[in-house]
């Protein structure tokens, strides 16, 4: 493992390396010794223009059909819903919509920035228009429809139909809090009735909750870093290439780390922003915070200061800026000056000491069950949870013995498993996201004994086959695995290759996600070292290569079919790359040779279907789920409500009761569950019901 980190590293070294000589030219123009912030901004905007261009999956030339999309993309970016830029804005602005292909070439940025400013100048129109219209209010007998997604409607002509696009969101978002109200209103009159000593609880106004969202969001509009706003604009020139390609600013680079590593240093607090105050959510259990205890969840952080420095007021500071400052090196001081809940609005310094905490709600996790069926046989089974492929690979490349990785928890629990006797095992991979490739092909590797997991074949069209890299099995036993339409990426190299070494059983959606794009990350300040530079500097993200089972088909697009389909909510959300704007096409090169564990698993899974068909007919469970999926496909068709709000009372009322009906069928599914969780899940009972099957059938483990 720690030879493969080795390499992973080189080649990033070498690509790096390319990267320099290539860009070369760019570099002999004379960059200075010391760079100004627009020098910083110019310098990453050429870079991340060369370096997409050359290396992408797509080798397709920064031209002016690019410029024409990176263009349409900004505004898309900034106003996704054509709420805020007229078509009157796009116009003044048409004359940069061939020009920016060469403008990124040259470094130059100046197109995102005066848009970025325009957007600032209609959101402050935006909350002044607001304002004066909440003092006039609103004639809510008016019989008038509002479409929630503008994005297929043409954009305002003009600032008179951008004012009356702003009158009928506004309307919409009073009305939504004012039927909010009232139905607080309803629930305290209830509570009443049967508490008489029950206190209402006062909340602010529905004009209040609006002034106070517009103030949240004009904040972090108006004092965005400059850097991730040129981030956001390197964004749309890279996913011009591919919906995954993407430029990270430094505090984004920043958050990607941690996501991939499950740890970071700081406090251990979950933060939020609420009225222009930062407060505490909650708190992780083993962090800083939680051990000291004087940090609550509903605090208010009012300043942040650093160890011997002068406190910074931070009451409507950007989120992200207040994380920043209190995020910091390890074993460091942090003081936060905090509003205490309980402190009758005196505030109070804390002092912390920053340490590495564990996100350990992230990680692997698994349980045993013993599950008693119908015919009231029982089965034990093993549950695991493995919401991403996670490592940490700067613990991996020092060669820290401890380093976290997804594949060293999930073998643990397998150990574990296997002590305590499990029939079986399942595998919930519903809402993975996929994660570090290396870590789905080890992970894989637990349950073979050897061979290729998955062929990539990159930008030169040159293909490699990725291999289990030893021959130990951690388990042998029945397997199945639960997938559903946002199951991605390297979760998709893991369900693929269970499938085609017939090593355990699909379950799940009609097909996963779709994701078979391998993404490089680059760091660009490897690159700057060659001239001397050193600054964070971001990092880009870009598909260099695609994703092959060792069938020989590939993920994209199309992802993975299971071996067999239950019925579930996800099966019904626009979820999955074909939904993704400029994503490749799904295709196919030759197959592998590889094992098989199970000859006999196609003919199993004809019995299998068949018996698990018969189940879901007769299922009250599946009923219940199929009447969910029923209200939910009918609130997402919806496009439109009425701001009439007798008529809309009347709309929420029914939704209401239905969605009191649904909410007590799976209170009582719940209760009825012989399982702890008091989670109702059909789909997962289904798949122990499967397993339980697939074991009668021969497949002991």
Known sequence: MKKNIF????????????????????????????????????????????????????????????????????????????????QKDLDEFEPYRYLLDDMIEKGNFEFPFKVYDRFIQRMTEYQAYCIEQLERGFDFTRNEEYVTDRRELPRPKDEKELREAWRMKLKNELLTFRLMTRAQQELDAANKEKNKDAIAIQTKSPEEKI??????????????????????????????????????????????????????????????????????????????????????????IIAVAQEGETPVDVIDMPLNSVVKMIRGRENSKVILTVLNKQGGGVPVNIELVRRKVELKEREAAGRVETVKLPDGKEIKVGFITLPRFYIDFKGAFEGQADYKSS?????????????????????????NGGGSLREAITLTGLLIKDGPIVQVRSSNRKVVINEDPDAEIVYDGPLVVLTSKMTSSAAEIFAGAIKDYKRGILIGDSRTYGKGTVLEV???????????QEFNAGSLTFENAVFYRINGSSTQQLGVVPDIVLPSMTEHMDIGESFNDNHLPWDS?????????????????????????????????????????????RYKNRKSFSLNEEKRWAEYKKEQQAAEAQEKIYLEASEQSEKNSAKFDPVADEAVRVLYDYRGLGKAG
Not at 425 to 430: N, S
């Open 7 to 86: 390499m992973r590293h080189f080649a990033m070294y070498f690509l790096a390396l390319s990267a320099a000589l290539y860009c070369w030219p760019l570099f002999s123009q004379g960059i200075k010794t010391e760079l100004s912030e627009n020098d910083k901004f110019s310098l990453v905007t050429r870079l991340t223009a060369r370096i997409i261009g050359r290396n992408h999956y797509r080798q397709h030339p920064l031209n002016d059909e690019i410029s024409s999309q990176i263009f349409n993309d900004y505004f898309k970016t900034l106003d996704p819903n054509k709420t805020f830029f007229s």
């Open 211 to 300: 002034q106070s969202r517009l103030k949240t969001i004009y904040n972090e509009i108006s004092r965005k870093e400059k850097f991730d706003i040129l981030g956001d604009y390197l964004s749309c020139v890279t996913k011009t290439y591919g919906p995954h390609s993407g430029y990270f600013s430094p505090r984004e680079e920043e958050e990607f780390n941690i996501g991939m590593s499950l740890s970071l240093e700081g406090i251990g607090a979950t933060l939020s922003s609420e009225d222009g105050y930062t407060k505490v959510v909650q708190l992780v259990p083993t962090g800083p915070a939680a051990k000291d205890g004087r940090l609550q969840p509903e605090d208010k």
């Open 407 to 431: 594949t060293t928890d999930v073998r643990r629990i397998l150990e574990r498993f296997k002590g305590e006797g499990v029939d079986g095992v399942v595998m919930d991979m519903r809402f």
């Open 522 to 532: 680059f760091e660009l300040r490897n690159l700057l070292k060659f001239i001397n």
């Open 589 to 633: 090169i030759d197959a592998v040779k590889h094992d098989v564990y199970d000859n006999n698993l196609d003919q199993h899974l004809v019995t299998l279907k068949e018996k698990s068909e018969k189940r879901i007919a007769k299922s009250t469970d599946f009923k219940k789920l199929l009447e969910s999926i029923e209200l939910f496909k």
